[in-house]
């Protein structure tokens, strides 16, 4: 599935990078999987590494304009389906207390990685700095993440049992959004 798989990532990438609904996406474990994949020669590591690093960029991108262009509208919003305002409330706290280097960390936290760009955008930060640490944070995650799982495919016990790897990341990554999901059910059944 070389090729679609490719595609695959990519496009859950840019999702999880930037627009609203994708804040559920299993963005940290699919690219150390797809890395992990690549290791065994099912993908190219080069195509995934560039097709990764320019969703993550280009995701952060369309979440910037997104706030920067809706911006007060946002935070007027009530929760819905898709939309939850905590969360946005979170990303927001998270950026104001780390400034400019949110961008970067954002990346590495569920749910926060999502909306971070939307609320810099939203909150006015300016476009270069925005870019900057944009670019950063797309390295260290998108191709940092995935040459982690090529690197860790290549030793001989993971290389032996990927499949093994490739489910227990699956079940580590579906657990904290399940925890989170019935961590809102319960607030809101109080």
């Known amino acids: 599935m ?19 609904f ?14 992990l994949l690549a290791s065994q020669g099912f993908l190219s590591l ?29 935070f007027a919003r009530e929760d819905s389906m898709l939309f939850k305002k905590h969360h946005l409330v979170e990303a927001k ?11 970067v960390l954002a990346r590495f936290v569920p749910f926060v990685r999502t909306f971070a760009p939307i609320v810099a955008g939203a ?27 090529y690197f860790l495919g290549n030793i001989p016990i993971i290389k032996a049992h990927y499949e093994f790897v490739i489910i227990l990341i699956i079940l580590a990554s579906i657990i904290p959004v399940a925890l ?7 607030s809101k059944a109080k």
């Not at 994708?22 to 890395?35: N, W």
């Not at 995701?59 to 007060?72: A, K, Q």
């Not at 700095?129 to 670019?135: A, V």
Request: hydrophobic fraction near 50%; charged fraction near 10%.
């Open 2 to 20: 070389g090729p679609y798989a490719i595609f695959g990532v990519t496009a859950i990438v840019f999702a999880e990078s930037g627009l609203f």
């Open 22 to 35: 994708g804040f559920f996406l299993p963005g940290d474990s699919l690219l150390f999987t797809a890395g």
């Open 46 to 74: 080069v195509t995934l590494l560039l097709c990764s690093f320019t969703a993550a960029v280009l995701g952060d991108n369309v979440g910037y304009w997104f706030g920067h262009n809706i911006g007060p509208k946002i």
């Open 93 to 103: 706290k998270f950026y104001e207390l780390h400034g400019s280097k949110t961008i």
């Open 123 to 149: 909150a006015q930060m300016p476009y270069h700095t925005f870019m900057i640490y944009n670019l950063l944070g797309g390295l260290l995650w998108a191709v940092g993440l995935t040459l982690l799982g």
């Open 180 to 186: 989170h999901f019935i961590k809102d059910f319960r």
